[in-house]
């Protein structure tokens, strides 16, 4: 290897040289790889260290008029107090808005990392990474996120040389993977979405999820109209974007995971990540065999 | 028992005495021992080897990002004790290979500094006398499971020894100025990316270099692990693991998967 591409740290243009395979792959999935007709090249990584806060601007405390936006972009919605009081207990006025400047730090340490390991699977000469796995963590004490993704490169068994020099990635491996190809689709890309919306509650959304009926006249029970659509916005951005990175492939596998963070009486930061895999119909579907029924001895 | 190995305790030399007797002892569950069994080989005994290491302590620099190069020697060099010596009561057992090897480490109120390492696994034999030693003439270690050992087997891979690779890192402190020049954004830092980045490639080269000894084609079940252990949250351990595998045939004897329903439930 004359010459590292790109960024690679110094050690991964070693590693490569060496020229034996390593695989993230447990055995059955190993074996299942080999069986398609695809051998391990190599463990491939990318990694990017962020700064890391989680406000911007909007701050305020909303008493006498909408919180600030930080940027003007993304969705965003208003509610007013019904109650016609102005004090500075009183939360007249509440706000959800899309927090646009996390979802693009996310977006770059997503990215970045996941460039990086395109860049270890083009130097092994890999038509594709399987198993993909991205996560992200805080890293000590430091105020930074670190951002992951790793994977197996491979081959295909006496295949052409790779075609352009973006290798396929799925997050599948195995049998999985196996049976996604029989059923005539071929892996594209992982596709990962973040969105992330911050509730400002007012004063109904913060009685409300009290929980209790109030001297302002709210019954309990009620829905909260506030906190429902911020949890659908979050949701449909990340759809929304995901949908319009396929550009007419199929998503497979898609999961949707939520997080929420309560920072006060009504007031949270939803959070809501969308993975999948992009694949493309190649062939026609051949049905499977009829499954045999067993029973575990176990 | 002619050759007795030099280091191990006495009573370890009792209990294997018992074992060359036919008698087997193995942590293998009932369908891993069944698998083995499938494959032709057979649970020569438990087997383990443990080390107590004064991990010990090296200055660093509170600003700058670094390999310890002392603890990741000390970490390496001990758990390489603790597997030498499970290894020498395998071979007292005349047994071609270890599986499911587990290695642990433990922490003692009795010892700050110091760390017990343990490797412990079941030996095996192959039933037909056919030796399954790897180029270095030890038996083969690996963390295969009882199902994952059967699986590669049929593969035409044959495991070689558990291979590993460690890197103790130093992960800079931000100094006030840092902080502040690009407080209030998410940005990425190229110097904390390129450290971790860094420490965990020489982690894995540095596996790659025990399997290349080996002669092995290449490793499998690849682990990348990271631990604080009791060096407060700058100093990180990576350690990767993985099983050494050798090509021995072009053959893949593993049958089509079936599809199944389960009745189960």
């Given at each position: 290897m004359d010459e590292l591409p790109?960024?690679?740290?110094?050690a991964a243009g070693r590693r490569f040289a060496e020229g034996s395979f390593t695989s993230g792959l447990s055995v059955p999935d190993f074996a299942a790889c080999l069986q398609m007709g695809l051998e391990p090249a190599g463990y491939v990584q990318g990694f990017c260290v962020m700064q890391w806060r989680?406000?911007?601007?909007?701050?305020?405390?909303?008493a006498f008029g909408p919180t600030g936006r930080?940027?003007?972009?993304?969705y965003s919605e208003a509610w007013q107090c019904p109650h016609g009081y102005v004090s500075?207990?009183?939360?007249?006025w509440g706000q959800n808005y899309e927090q646009t400047w996390i979802e693009d730090a996310w977006r770059e340490g997503f990215s970045s990392s996941y460039e990086r390991m395109l860049e270890e699977a083009r130097t092994l000469g890999a038509h594709g990474i399987v198993g993909v796995v991205d996560a992200s963590s805080p890293l000590g004490d430091l105020g930074l996120l670190e951002f992951r993704v790793q994977g197996t490169a491979v081959r295909v068994i006496d295949g052409p040389p790779p075609i352009g020099d973006r290798p396929w990635t799925t997050y599948l491996a195995g049998q999985r993977l196996g049976k996604l190809i029989e059923a005539g689709y071929a892996p594209v890309s992982v596709a990962a979405a973040i969105s992330s919306v911050r509730v400002w509650a007012n004063c109904i959304t913060e009685y409300l999820t009290e929980g209790s009926t109030t001297n302002w006249g709210q019954v309990a029970g009620a829905e909260i109209e506030q906190t429902a659509k911020a949890h659908m916005a979050v949701r449909r951005i990340a759809r929304e974007r995901v949908r319009a990175a396929l550009g007419g492939d199929s998503l497979h596998g898609a999961s949707l995971a939520t997080t929420e963070r309560e920072l006060g009486q009504g007031d949270a930061e939803l959070q809501c990540i969308l993975r999948g895999n992009q694949v493309r119909r190649f062939k026609d579907f051949d049905p499977l065999a009829a499954p045999r029924p067993t029973v575990r001895l176990s | 028992m002619a050759d007795q190995p030099t280091d191990l305790p006495e009573g370890a030399s009792r209990r294997l005495a018992e074992l060359e007797g036919g008698l087997f002892t193995s942590d293998l569950s009932v369908n891993e021992f069944l698998l083995i069994k499938e494959v032709g080989f057979h649970p020569l005994g438990f087997v383990m080897g443990s080390s107590i290491y004064h991990t010990g302590i090296q200055t660093r620099k509170w600003g700058q990002s670094q390999e310890l190069t002392k603890l990741t020697g000390a970490m390496y060099e001990a758990r390489e004790l603790a597997m030498t010596r499970m290894e020498e009561e395998a071979d007292e057992l005349g047994a071609d290979g270890v599986v499911g090897v587990r290695l642990d480490v433990n922490y003692y109120e009795w010892g700050k500094d110091a760390a017990e390492f343990i490797a412990v696994g079941t030996a095996v034999k192959a039933e037909n006398g056919v030796s399954h030693r790897n180029k270095l003439g030890k038996p083969f270690t690996s963390d295969l499971s009882g199902q994952d050992f059967w699986t590669l087997m049929q593969t035409g891979y044959i495991p070689q020894g558990l291979v590993m690779g460690t890197c103790v890192y130093h992960i800079a402190h931000r100094g006030l100025g840092q902080t502040l020049g690009s407080a209030g954004q998410n940005v990425e830092l190229p110097n904390f990316t390129q450290a971790l980045y860094e420490a965990r490639e020489l982690a894995m080269t540095r596996m790659q270099d025990e399997s290349n000894q080996l002669g092995a084609s290449g490793i499998v079940g690849v682990r990348l692990e990271e631990k604080s252990h009791q060096w407060g949250s700058h100093t990180i351990e990576f350690l990767s693991l993985g099983t050494a595998v050798v090509k021995?045939?072009?053959?893949?004897?593993?049958?089509r998967p079936t599809t199944i329903i389960s009745l189960d439930n």
């Open positions: 790109g960024d690679l740290p110094e989680w406000y911007g601007m909007g701050m305020s405390f909303g930080a940027n003007g972009q993304g500075a207990e009183h939360r007249g | 021995t045939s072009d053959e893949v004897t593993l049958p």
